[in-house]
């Protein structure tokens, strides 16, 4: 009796000595954490063994990613799970962006129910070695709540080289963001090569100038043009969207219509209402010229421009704006007015809504969707179409209530060229608004719905418009911490809390730092 009270006591000082032992600061939060006892040394040569050759670029990107932490770069090898390896291997009874992590005294099992779970969960590796090559033994359960996690980046304001937009990736990969939503044209600047139409990069990447200051109360400019050279090939686009594929993230465009289209414009005036007067913007807003609604070369051009698109991006959504579009050349122009006569259309509202309609046909005739921001739901709206709601979370609510698919994305929690503090004399320069990481931490894409409407929210995006962001050191920190926030919200939902995401935020920004990456101090202090 005595030798067996004395097991049990060793046996529940064991077990209350694993339970006692701090689970690692993981971030998005995973689904579960149960900790072990001790802890497991990587070995000085590490080896990554795959069960398929298939599993191997992700392998290889892993392991990259481990040198800089380690020292050393880990083997990738294929072949049967070995003691003192981290074993990668796919589960069929995981979804697809699944994944299990257990760390034994043996080594490192990691499954994934797809190459993109297996490699969610090597991100989570990546931040446990990122203390160093002892790792506490474990088993991690862990899945995403949404199945868009997204984030956008605008390069037409300023423009970013391909290697920056890589470097882009890389955080969104950390952070287990899957949707990189590409901002190509605007007013300021068409960014895309489309060879119909060389034009477009020719003039339309181009401004004579840039204003200095806030646009809204400034009337001085720099004198510089800017935006020469500034655009991407063919061979750059399909650079991108390729590293982004191997790092599991889907790559989807934006062609700016019928509205931010002066950069179009300048290049082929005919596209216009007025037909002539066009020039690239030297300043930020929004303006009265826009395609011209009446006009069939306008659909002619943009079918065509999807057509390059398309066949660069394999992405199964296609962006094609729709926000921000004055009607008031379209009042005034005799070609909408008879579209909309001839059409039976009773506004300017419904004008658009035809519009985006008809773009929408032509982009499911080439087998994929759209999305639009929410101002497509003016007069109108395809019960195909997906809308991502901006101006406020109302949109979304009630694209979602008919039936759209709905991406929240909405200004005051999830636009991060925002200013992060109250304060702002101490920070960079900004369009104005204030996000701080809490507010996007907050935030409740299902405000206001019900269980069946919540179905119709694919998930979340945060967007960095970057009128006042000119360099990639802003741009890293303006979208961190914050995008630690956005995504815990995407792949945590369920399991939130803000003051347990702070303290473990302190771990992740060791890892910013190892990286090289600039982030705003403020949660940290």
């Known amino acids: 009796m005595k030798k067996r009270i004395l097991t049990l006591a060793a046996s529940l000082a064991a077990f209350l000595g694993a339970a006692a032992a701090p689970e690692p600061a993981i971030v998005p939060r995973p689904v579960s954490i149960t900790m072990g006892e001790g802890a497991y040394r990587l070995p000085e040569n590490l080896v990554l063994r795959v069960a398929a050759a298939d599993l191997k670029p992700a392998a290889e990107i892993a392991a990259a990613q481990l040198e800089s932490l380690l020292g050393a770069r880990p083997a990738v090898v294929c072949g049967k799970a070995k003691r003192g390896a981290v074993n990668l291997s796919l589960d069929s009874a995981l979804a697809d962006e699944e994944y299990r992590l257990e760390v034994t005294a043996k080594g490192v099992d990691l499954r994934g129910g797809s190459p993109r779970g297996l490699f969610h969960g090597l991100q989570t590796l990546r931040q446990l070695v990122a203390e160093g090559r002892e790792i506490p033994q474990l088993r991690i359960a862990d899945k995403p709540y949404f199945g868009y996690r ?29 949707t990189f939503h590409w901002h190509l044209t605007e007013d300021q600047g068409w960014r895309l090569a489309v060879g119909r139409y060389p034009r477009l990069t020719e003039i339309g990447a181009v401004r004579a100038q840039t204003v200095v200051g806030h646009a809204r109360t400034s009337k001085e400019y720099d004198g510089k043009p800017y935006g020469e050279g500034m655009y991407y090939t063919a061979d750059d686009i399909r650079e991108v969207v390729r590293y982004a594929a191997e790092r599991y993230i889907d790559v989807i465009p934006e062609i700016e219509m019928p509205g931010h289209a002066l950069a179009a414009l300048a290049a082929y005036p005919h596209l216009g209402c007025r037909g002539e007067g066009y020039a690239v913007s030297p300043t930020w807003g929004v303006f009265d010229d826009v395609f011209c609604a009446g006009n069939d070369a306008v659909f002619e051009f943009l079918e065509a421009v999807l057509d390059e698109v398309i066949d660069l991006f394999p992405s199964r959504y296609i962006h094609i704006g729709g926000d921000e579009c004055p009607k008031t050349r379209w009042k005034e122009c005799p070609k909408c007015q008879a579209r909309m006569r001839a059409e039976g259309l009773k506004d300017e509202h419904e004008l658009q809504s035809y519009f985006m309609k008809r773009i929408e046909r032509h982009v499911n ?10 101002e497509i739901l003016e007069g109108g709206v395809s019960p195909t179409a997906t809308v991502m709601s901006w101006k406020s979370p109302q949109a979304g609510i009630e694209a979602a209530k008919r039936g759209n698919k709905v991406i929240m994305v909405p200004s005051k929690f999830c636009y991060f060229d ?18 701080p990481v809490s507010k996007v931490y907050a935030y409740d894409p299902y405000d206001q719905l019900n269980a069946d409407e919540r179905r119709a929210i694919l998930g979340v995006q945060a967007n960095l418009w970057r009128e006042y962001i000119p360099g990639m050191a802003q741009v890293e920190y303006m979208v961190l911490p914050r995008m630690a926030a956005l995504a815990e919200n995407g792949w945590s939902y369920d399991r939130k809390d803000y003051d347990d995401f702070v303290a473990r935020m302190q771990q992740l920004r060791r890892l910013y730092d190892r990286c090289g990456y600039r982030y705003a101090p403020h949660i940290f202090r």
């Open 150 to 178: 997204g984030m956008m980046l605008d390069v037409c304001r300023h423009f970013s080289s391909v290697e920056e937009v890589k470097r882009f990736i890389d955080i969104l990969s950390l952070h287990k963001i899957n």
């Open 365 to 374: 005739s080439r087998g994929r969707q759209i999305i639009g921001w929410e």
């Open 418 to 435: 925002y200013y992060q503090a109250e304060d702002t004399a101490s920070e960079p320069f900004a369009i104005g608004g204030y996000v």
